[in-house]
């Protein structure tokens, strides 16, 4: 594939250029504080990061005990009209996931009607045989998705990714806000940024809405596998936001099909479980026997209707990579619409000829697991050594069926502070939709992560990745 | 709140406050060492040993040293109450309770944490003493974050755990002094005797309450007065007898829940505030100190089943 220049999103296809419509006033804040200025900022993140007690800590590594991620103080920034657009797109296609595994788990309509193949789903490591037949409140499944998005020119967004399982990263959208707020306050006067900070209060509204009980206040508790999960502090920080308990599995018992958790008071019932472990490990005696980090009858207890889990268990089903590949089909079944969000071109390695067509060309394309996560198990052709693509070849040999293929996108940049100056650097993005029993939220942001080395597509913080915040701009005095 | 979450403050209490009373009683130990004939050193390390209790004497097996024994009471991680590994559990139970502490808590459990880790020996006299200066000053900096906090339940559990610990390791410090002290040949009132009686002030840092309370020379009885009657120690039995009642009465008006803990707690607060000293050595302090010791271990596993502790 010819590389050309990819699109930048404060300057289009021109770096040297006028910025694009609408985005003068960033261009011309950029230019008017100094370097210097920018540099001191910059520097100071890290501190403020600190002083407003964030710290990303690596419990698990004494070594490492408190680590930050890279933050960039360069905001990415959404137009009202852009944003518009992503959320109609973002709504319908989480509309559609959540109507898949209902169908799924449920009457497999869209397998009768050979939408899509009945073995890719019934076959599926993730698809979860104990809970079919569920009937989770309101019928709906993946309550919290984390839609990953690509951009490669003005109107070009692509889903890289659905996250319908356990999507992280909510935390650093809401703390790079703060960071923001405190390293560039005169942004906010020259800009109308739209706030974010209401999302833990829509989640808590999220999470009582699915409660099977709506006799008496809801109890919902988040459920996390301990401190030390890499994700901890997030659990923590979010239960804190949302006025809920911090429990682990030893802190709740089953008793006839109830959840309760064990305070000093006595038993409380438990009606919406916000969990942050996986399935496998959510009740040994239906998954994981091994597993400590859930408790033994919580299934059951789900499947009694006594207890909402968020996200239901399943799910992992629509974020599977060879099911993404069925996605503009199964948005067209459920919606009756075309998917106003893109795929990226996929090739299925399971079928001979999507094969053959990469493994002819695997320098330059990009492979992946189809359960793989976190920038793992994944080969980027055009970056990698001849010893990379020769070693994924074997393996894409031996288990075709476990990988996709993808072009390599040119992904867009977003000026980004660098050790030799304002740069053009990579970005992604991950909006976080929220599904209640009445309606499908998106709060104004997310979380733009950014490949910090240069030329560099791989946006993961465990490979080099830092983030930024999002600015979304109100609609009535854009730019 | 989470029963789990209660127990890990607690704990943070417990093992922050051993740690320190550990740190102070090497201090003090090493002043006394210094002070005494050379051929005393290892009995002296062997009274502190028995002060902390346990296998400690033990543990530190027949080629007994001034020197293992610091670097055992400090570092050893074969030891379960060595400062490092108190240290260690208080940021465990720390990190379970993570969102029930304040920043400033949290920082300073991890900060005495630091100073730890990378340490497997004490070093020489000297360094062991600024390991123990270091120390001190962190824990200095939790207790000061403890005053900043909140006074609700998470506050009131960690000085809870702090007060059961307190009243169980002032009980020993006293009792060992007293019944198992003084080698053989030297005598009561002698120039050791008096230097042991000002090293267990030192431990509890009551040099200046006694000398302000009493304005006479060091009588041992007055020590003892000191450590168990006087309010005006916070060290003392009866304190930290006192606030663990009271810290119980708070919880329960808040959790509702009171119960087996606070009937013992306000028992033996009243029977320590009906005796003085002279009923004491009457009755027998060693077997009063025993009696204290047991109640004080019937009171933390009565708070456990109180609060669910899991």
Same mark, same amino acid.
């Given at each position: 594939m010819p590389r050309s220049r990819p699109f930048d999103e404060?300057?289009?296809?021109?770096?040297?250029?006028?910025?694009?419509?609408?985005?003068e006033t960033l261009a011309r804040w950029l230019e008017d504080t100094p370097g210097a200025e920018l540099a001191r900022r910059q520097q100071s993140a890290e501190a403020a990061f600190r002083s407003l007690g964030i710290t990303f800590a690596v419990y698990g590594d004494d070594q490492a005990a408190e680590r930050i991620i890279p933050f960039d103080i360069l905001p990415r920034i959404f137009s009202a009209r852009e944003w518009e657009r992503l959320t109609a797109g973002l709504e319908q296609r989480v509309r559609a996931i959540n109507a898949f595994i209902d169908d799924i788990y449920g009457a497999r309509k869209i397998i009768a009607d050979g939408v899509v193949p009945a073995d890719i789903v019934l076959a599926n490591s993730q698809f979860c045989a104990p809970v079919a037949g569920a009937k989770p409140p309101h019928g709906i499944y993946a309550h919290i998705c984390g839609i990953d998005l690509v951009r490669t020119g003005a109107d070009e967004f692509f889903v890289l990714e659905d996250n319908a399982r356990t999507p992280s990263g909510v935390s650093y959208m809401l703390e790079n806000r703060e960071a923001m707020l405190r390293l560039c306050p005169e942004l906010f006067e020259l800009l109308p940024v739209q706030p974010v900070d209401a999302y833990p209060e829509l989640l808590r509204d999220t999470l009582y809405s699915v409660s099977?009980?709506?006799?008496?206040?809801p109890i919902a508790v988040l459920l996390t596998p301990?401190?030390?999960?890499?994700a901890f502090y997030e659990h923590s920080f979010l239960a804190d936001k949302m006025g809920i308990e911090l429990v682990e599995g030893q802190d709740l018992e089953v008793d006839d099909d109830i959840v309760w958790m064990r305070t000093i008071e006595g038993r409380v019932r438990v009606d919406v479980i916000y969990r942050r472990i996986d399935d496998a490990f959510l009740d040994p005696l239906i998954f994981r026997a091994d597993s400590v980090l859930g408790m033994p009858g919580l299934l059951a207890a789900y499947l009694a209707g006594n207890v909402a889990l968020v996200n239901a268990p399943g799910t992992g089903i629509a974020d599977d990579k060879a099911i993404y590949s069925y996605m503009p089909e199964i948005v067209r079944y459920y919606s009756g619409e075309e998917s106003k969000l893109q795929n990226v071109e996929t090739w299925r390695c399971r079928e001979p000829d999507a094969l053959k067509y990469t493994l002819e060309r695997l320098d330059q394309l990009v492979v992946k697991l189809v359960d793989g996560s976190g920038g793992y198990g994944m080969l980027v052709g055009p970056t990698a050594t001849k010893k990379q693509i020769e070693d994924f070849r074997a393996a894409l040999i031996a288990e075709p069926h476990r990988y996709i293929a993808q072009p390599t996108l040119a992904l867009s940049t977003v000026p980004t502070f660098t050790e030799q100056g304002i740069a053009p650097r990579h970005v992604d993005f991950r909006p976080f939709v929220l599904t209640g029993a009445s309606s499908v939220t998106i709060v104004p942001g997310g979380l733009t992560r950014v490949?910090?080395?240069?030329?560099?597509l791989v946006v993961n913080s465990s490979q080099g990745g830092g983030t930024k915040d999002s600015f979304v701009l109100d609609g009535v005095q854009d730019g | 709140m989470l029963a789990r979450t209660a127990a890990n403050l607690y704990w943070i209490g417990r093992y922050m406050e051993r740690a320190e009373f550990t740190t102070r009683l090497i201090e003090a130990t090493i002043r006394l060492d210094s002070l005494s004939p050379h051929t005393l050193s290892s009995q002296t390390w062997r009274s502190a040993l028995a002060v902390v209790g346990g296998d400690a004497t033990a543990d530190v097996g027949s080629d007994f040293t001034a020197s293992r024994a610091r670097t055992y009471l400090t570092?050893? +991680?074969?030891?379960?109450?060595s400062i490092k590994c108190c240290v260690s559990l208080a940021r465990d139970n720390a990190k379970g309770a993570r969102n029930r502490l304040t920043q400033e808590v949290w920082e300073a459990i991890n900060r005495t944490w630091t100073t730890l880790r990378d340490r497997s020996n004490p070093g020489g006299i000297q360094g062991t003493v600024a390991l123990l200066e270091e120390i001190k000053a962190e824990a200095r900096g939790f207790e000061g974050a403890l005053q900043h906090m909140l006074r609700t339940e998470a506050n009131w559990f960690m000085r809870l755990g702090t007060m059961i610990e307190r009243a169980d390791n002032t009980a020993r410090l006293l009792d060992v002094k007293y019944y198992l002290l003084l080698p053989e040949g030297q005598e009561v009132g002698g120039p050791l005797d008096r230097d042991q009686w000002m090293t267990l002030l030192h431990v509890v840092s009551g040099q200046g309450a006694y000398r302000l309370l009493y304005?006479?020379?060091? +009588?041992p009885w007055l020590v003892a007065d000191l450590l168990v009657y006087r309010r005006e120690l916070p060290r003392s039995l009866v304190s930290s007898a006192a606030r663990s009642a009271a810290l119980l009465a708070r919880i329960g008006n808040v959790s509702g829940r009171q119960g087996e803990a606070d009937r013992l707690a306000r028992r033996r607060l009243d029977r320590i505030e009906a005796n003085d000293i002279d009923g004491l050595i009457q009755r027998g302090m060693h077997e009063v100190l025993q009696q204290f010791i047991d109640e004080n271990a019937e009171l933390d596993r009565a708070i456990a089943r109180q609060f669910r502790f899991p």
């Open positions: 404060l300057w289009g296809l021109e770096l040297a250029g006028s910025p694009r419509e609408g985005f099977p009980s709506q006799s008496r206040e301990g401190h030390y999960n890499s490949a910090l080395r240069e030329g560099s | 570092v050893d +991680q074969g030891n379960a109450n304005k006479q020379a060091i +009588q």
